[in-house]
T-cell receptor, first 118, second 111 residues
Framework: DAGVIQSPRHEVTEMGQEVTLRCKPISGHDYLFWYRQTMMRGLELLIY????????DSGMPEDRFSAKMPNASFSTLKIQPSEPRDSAVYFC????????????????FGPGTRLLVL | AQSVAQPEDQVNVAEGNPLTVKCTYSVSGNPYLFWYVQYPNRGLQFLLK??????LVKGSYGFEAEFNKSQTSFHLKKPSALVSDSALYFCAVTGFQKLVFGTGTRLLVSP
């Protein structure tokens, strides 16, 4: 099992550019989560999907952020236009179930994408 | 709303000594509690979880955690620390559908 796969691992871009982060969840997992980690704010949940459908995007900071999950094995997080304050590590995680009777299910995290916006 | 608190930003311990990383929680209903570890430049790795049953939960790398309902705590422990245990540790509790993380505790194990 390859675990959760994220690409790229590192991204350096200039302010105003579009950034696309990619995630492949663990096969068979029906929940996918996007998190952002910064020193100031810690670990924040941005959005999560169930069976490819966005369930809660209340953590998405602004309209500049968007996320999609076109199929069960692929998700993207896009920032357009990017700003220096978006610099952070972005994690993708997946789980087999979440909440309700699945509250005990474990989320498995990818290695993260370290984004630097100059 | 569900929440967890990790009261210590950093814990220092000498190699070979026992370690404890503290976590308290607040949740409606039965708690589902997790510990994750993050090594430098890596993602979060699952260590252990409490769902129900025995209050002492054993996990990866020799770690264990003790669930205490009366004190609403879920402290992470290890009998003998290793330098390689130095990392950032996160406690988390499952809410209605989300996993709510604490702010993290940095563990430094000195040789």
């Amino acid at each position: 099992d390859a675990g959760v796969i994220q690409s790229p691992r590192h991204e350096v871009t200039e302010m105003g550019q579009e950034v696309t982060l990619r995630c492949k969840p663990i096969s068979g997992h029906d929940y996918l989560f996007w998190y952002r980690q910064t020193m100031m704010r810690g670990l924040e949940l941005l959005i999560y999907f169930n069976n490819n459908v966005p369930i809660d995007d209340s953590g998405m900071p602004e309209d500049r952020f968007s996320a999609k999950m076109p199929n069960a094995s692929f998700s993207t997080l896009k920032i357009q236009p990017s700003e220096p304050r978006d610099s952070a590590v972005y994690f993708c995680a997946s789980s087999l179930g979440s909440g309700g009777k699945y509250r005990g299910e474990t989320q498995y995290f990818g290695p993260g994408t370290r984004l630097l916006v100059l | 709303a569900q929440s967890v608190a990790q009261p210590e930003d950093q814990v220092n311990v000498a190699e070979g000594n026992p370690l404890t990383v503290k976590c308290t929680y607040s949740v409606s209903g039965n708690p589902y509690l997790f510990w994750y570890v993050q090594y430098p430049n890596r993602g979060l790795q699952f260590l252990l979880k409490y769902i129900t049953g025995d209050n002492l939960v054993k996990g990866s790398y020799g770690f264990e955690a003790e669930f205490n309902k009366s004190q609403t705590s879920f402290h992470l422990k290890k009998p003998s620390a290793l330098v390689s245990d130095s990392a950032l540790y996160f406690c988390a509790v499952t809410g209605f559908q989300k996993l709510v993380f604490g702010t993290g505790t940095r563990l430094l194990v000195s040789p």
